[in-house]
Every structure is written in structure tokens, then in C-alpha cells.
């Protein structure tokens, strides 16, 4: 009996002792899950589904950079202003464009000779910068045009010269790469009239060159033309001959037609909004704008 008895005492302490084992290993299930090192996380994971969504961007927003290339010599397109930053025409709408668009603004003055190279290298987003579409349609994918254009000659009021035909034996500056100078390509017989065609780097040296008498005249886009003579203290007169018309537009990579087409609407956006004729009437003073026209 007294063995019996030892027998069963020993059997309950072993079953009790096992019990107790087991408690243990069963603790760290119910244990409270560990607090992120990163506040943020902890934010993030009780903020609500429909918080999340309304800190989302709009629908149409893009996000990062918008490079615009332009040539800064090029008033009132893009340029240097007095306080040193760049301005313009063009760089006022494309700054608006990309605040609509969600995207980071940034202005890259380019040498204009090399567009093709700095736009194929993506160090630009786009080309704006009274660019002209005609003859270049298939070579980018394009906005609708914003800006009709002519290409015309710049002369000094007190040249003597009234048209065309007295340029034949002048001296004319055109900007390198420029639709003046393609204009004048395509018609060799005024061209070869010329004493001499020689390109320019901007027109800010041009007409440093036409005030001093080094050239007879420039062959240039008419809007830039305009805003040249109204801003400088010298006479200059634009020929009643018109080279050639055209119509500006904004030039992407040809396989860049996504962002193009969201600049496309956030333009007819602000046509109709009112915008672009405010912008357009500070810089012309008239909404010279085709954009929903």
C-alpha cells in the first residue's frame, strides 16, 4: 500500500510539473505584436483606407520634372529679366502647366543648334520656345499649335530700305538653326541676292549688330521682332514682305505622347479658365493665343 501510495504521488507532481510547462510555451502567442521602430509606420498603418485616398494626387497629376529647353536670348519666348531669373512668354504658361500637372517646374536654357541632341538625351522634358511646327511635324510628337507666326526683316528705320529687293547686295543676320534661316534655304533666289547670310548665335547679337551698322538687316520671327522694337531705344521697322507664316507648338519625344496629350488638355484648360489670355496680354498686350480658337 505504502508503495502504491508513493507510486501515485509521484504521478500527480509529473502531471502537475507539465501543466505548468505548458503555460509557458503557450505566453508568446498571446503576446502583444511589437511597436515599429518608425512612427511613421504606425501613422501610416491606422491611417483609414479613405484618408489614404484623399491624400492622393488628382487623377490627372504627373509627378517630377518638367525640363523645359529654350534658348534664354530669345524675348519675349524665354529670356534673362532684369533681376537675373529667366521669364517669358513661354516660361510663364509652361511654369503654369506644370503646377497643374503636379510636376517640378525647371527652366534649361539650351544652345538652340543643339534641341534635337539635349531632347533625344532626356536633360529636357520638351522644346518650348516659339518653336515653329511647320516642316518639322513628323519629327516630334506636338501640341496643337498656341501661337501663329511670320518670319519677317528687321531693318534700322533710317537704312533707306523699304522691301526685299533692296536687300540684294546687304549683309543679313539670321539665327543658326532657326526658321528664318530654313525660310531662306528654301528660297535661294532672295537669299543668293544677299551680299552675305551670315548666322548668329540670338538675336540679342543680331540686333547688337544691326544698331551698330555691322548688318543691313534680320531675317526673324515676327513676335520676337515686335518685342525687340518696342523695348529698345533705337529705330528699327519690320518690311511689310513677309517671308514665310507658321504656327508655334510644343515639341515631346515622338514616343512621349502621354505627357503630351496631359499638356495638351491642361492648355485647353486654361484657355478656357482665362488663363492664357492673361499671360498673353502681359507679355503682347492682346490675347494673341490660338489654344480652343
Not at 501610416?44 to 529654350?70: C, L, Q, R
Not at 528660297?187 to 547670310?197: A, I, K, N, T, V
Not at 502681359?282 to 494673341?288: E, L, P, V
Request: charged content about 25%; glycine content about 8%.
Amino acid at each position: 500500500m505504502r508503495k502504491l501510495a508513493v507510486l501515485l504521488a509521484l504521478t500527480l507532481t509529473v502531471s502537475v510539473f507539465a501543466a505548468g510547462c505548458g503555460d509557458k510555451e503557450e505566453a508568446p502567442a498571446a503576446a502583444p505584436a511589437e511597436t515599429p521602430a518608425n512612427s511613421e509606420e504606425v501613422e501610416a498603418s491606422a491611417t483609414p483606407a479613405a484618408d489614404k485616398e484623399t491624400a492622393a494626387p488628382a487623377s490627372d497629376a504627373v509627378g517630377g520634372s518638367f525640363i523645359v529647353g529654350f534658348d534664354q536670348d530669345f524675348p519675349p519666348m524665354g529670356f534673362v529679366g532684369d533681376d537675373g531669373e529667366f521669364t517669358g512668354f513661354d516660361l510663364e504658361m509652361a511654369q503654369e502647366v506644370a503646377k497643374r500637372l503636379g510636376m517640378e517646374y525647371v527652366p534649361q536654357p539650351i544652345a538652340w543648334d543643339s534641341k534635337d541632341m539635349e531632347l533625344d538625351a532626356g536633360t529636357i522634358t520638351c522644346i518650348w520656345n516659339g518653336f515653329t511646327m511647320n516642316g518639322r511635324e513628323a519629327n516630334y510628337a506636338w501640341t496643337d499649335p498656341y501661337l501663329n507666326n511670320k518670319q519677317v526683316f528687321v531693318v534700322r528705320k533710317d537704312s533707306g530700305i523699304d522691301s526685299k529687293e533692296g536687300l540684294a547686295g546687304k549683309v543679313v543676320d539670321v539665327q543658326a538653326d532657326s526658321s528664318a534661316e530654313a525660310a531662306l534655304n528654301d528660297d535661294p533666289e532672295l537669299s543668293g541676292s544677299f551680299g552675305q547670310l551670315q548666322a548668329v548665335p540670338d538675336y540679342n547679337t543680331a540686333f547688337m549688330d544691326l544698331e551698330s551698322g555691322a548688318v543691313d538687316a534680320i531675317a526673324m520671327d515676327s513676335v520676337v521682332a515686335d518685342y525687340q522694337i518696342a523695348n529698345r531705344e533705337n529705330n528699327f521697322v519690320v518690311l511689310d514682305d513677309v517671308l514665310a507664316t507658321e504656327e508655334y507648338g510644343i515639341a515631346f519625344k515622338k514616343d512621349n505622347t502621354e505627357l503630351r496629350d496631359k499638356v495638351q488638355a491642361t492648355l485647353e484648360e486654361m484657355a478656357a479658365d482665362g488663363t492664357t489670355a492673361q499671360i498673353s496680354t502681359k507679355w503682347f498686350g492682346s490675347d494673341i493665343t490660338t489654344i480652343g480658337k
